[in-house]
């Protein structure tokens, strides 16, 4: 069990109608998938399962799980047990596709630096907004998510576009509100990657990495 994830004594999880494999969709909210077991915190409409998903998965051998615009939603170092922890849920071989805001998008469209200090005004609490609205707690890049993956022990990190996916059944799958943009920069990152080998001394890089750079400066 990844440090920081913590799993509740709770029933059996609940298998796929037939009793196929799982396929998992964390932090579903409102938009639950037809066909896939549906986890969020909240006890809404559609919600299969009503559990905190940083405190780990009780399922085994699933055949997939999707992650929409979830993980910004956790602290950084929540985010990488909780990757860790898809990856032990899953079968092997299987995968995990997933959103986030893509933090180099918010960056370039934000703020300018040669604009009027009106427009600045704005700016400035847009970009905060970015960072803080919608209880986000950090943004990532790609390059960073990517390394997030491998160190969790993923490989075939790859990065998709909204509605697209080599895999069947990641087609047509995201339900959030999305915005024009660009290959070279889209406002918003979906990875998918399959699970691989543990990476310990990747992982136990990455964790020091965040205290060095992030985490020892926040605040007790």
Same mark, same amino acid.
């Given at each position: 069990?990844?440090?920081?994830?913590?799993?509740?004594?709770?029933?059996?999880?609940? #298998?796929?109608?037939?009793?196929?494999?799982?396929?998992?969709?964390?932090?579903?909210?409102?938009?639950?998938?037809?066909?896939?077991?549906? $986890?969020?915190?909240?006890? $809404?409409?559609?919600?299969?399962?009503?559990?905190?998903?940083?405190?780990?998965?009780?399922?085994?051998?699933?055949?997939?799980?999707?992650?929409?615009?979830?993980?910004?939603?956790?602290?950084?170092?929540?985010?990488?047990?909780?990757?860790?922890?898809? #990856?032990?849920?899953?079968?092997?071989?299987?995968? +995990?596709?997933?959103?986030?805001?893509?933090?180099?998008?918010?960056?370039?469209?934000?703020?300018?630096?040669?604009?009027?200090?009106?427009?600045?005004?704005?700016?400035?609490? #847009?970009?905060?907004?970015?960072?803080?609205?919608?209880?986000? #707690?950090?943004?990532?890049?790609?390059?960073?998510?990517?390394?997030?993956?491998?160190?969790?022990?993923?490989?075939?990190?790859?990065?998709?576009?909204?509605?697209?996916?080599? +895999?069947?059944?990641?087609?047509?799958?995201?339900?959030?509100?999305?915005?024009?943009?660009?290959?070279?920069?889209?406002?918003?990152?979906?990875?998918?990657?399959?699970?691989?080998?543990?990476?310990?001394?990747? +992982?136990?890089?990455?964790?020091?990495?965040?205290?060095?750079?992030?985490?020892?400066?926040?605040?007790?």
């Amino acid at each position: 069990m990844p440090s920081g994830l913590r799993r509740r004594d709770r029933p059996p999880a609940p #298998r796929a109608e037939g009793g196929g494999p799982v396929r998992l969709h964390v932090g579903a909210g409102r938009a639950p998938l037809a066909g896939w077991v549906n $986890l969020d915190v909240q006890d $809404l409409p559609g919600i299969d399962v009503v559990a905190d998903a940083t405190e780990g998965l009780a399922f085994d051998d699933v055949e997939a799980i999707f992650a929409e615009h979830f993980l910004e939603h956790l602290p950084v170092d929540a985010a990488v047990d909780f990757l860790a922890e898809c #990856r032990r849920a899953l079968a092997p071989g299987a995968w +995990l596709r997933l959103s986030t805001p893509n933090l180099e998008w918010v960056w370039l469209t934000h703020y300018h630096q040669g604009a009027p200090d009106a427009e600045k005004e704005r700016m400035a609490l #847009r970009s905060n907004r970015a960072f803080h609205g919608w209880r986000h #707690r950090f943004l990532w890049n790609r390059p960073l998510l990517g390394c997030a993956l491998r160190a969790c022990g993923f490989d075939d990190v790859r990065w998709c576009r909204w509605g697209e996916s080599e +895999l069947h059944l990641f087609r047509g799958i995201e339900r959030h509100e999305t915005y024009e943009d660009s290959d070279e920069l889209p406002h918003v990152l979906i990875a998918e990657a399959r699970r691989g080998e543990p990476r310990p001394t990747e +992982l136990a890089e990455l964790r020091a990495l965040l205290a060095e750079e992030f985490l020892g400066y926040l605040d007790d």
